[in-house]
């Protein structure tokens, strides 16, 4: 890949990752002080599959090189998990170089990717970027962790 692409994407995810980690801190910061009562006991439901989700490269990075394709299939965006350990995993273009939170991968041979975040308790901003010669993609979310009472 063009050492230049290769700049401008780091550089791209960098900024995203500032701008996710500003947002979430100014949540965090305007959230008003815990009530002096513990909450209600989370009610624990079994774990179901949760479902794929399909991302449409940015509009906004070099949009005639943004068709890659990435497909996250855990974790579901929104969710709230109970263990601080969780695992992303997704499909993208065969060989793509992968980062989840600036942890880099290579998809492998079908495009698989796989790895393991450990998240700080509430809410936790996962940033998964996908780059080939063929094109770039990204998804975000954003993960809670409640630890069990």
Sequence with gaps: MNRSYLFLITLLAIIAVAIGAFAFYKTLASKPAAPATPPPPVQSLPPTPPPTQEVTPSADINSSKNTLPLTIASPQDNSVVTTPRITVSGTTAPGADVSVNEKDLLANSAGKFTTTLTLEEGQNYILVTAA???GFAAWEGTIAY????
């Design 146 to 149: 409640e630890p069990p009472t």
């Design 132 to 134: 080939s010669e063929t």
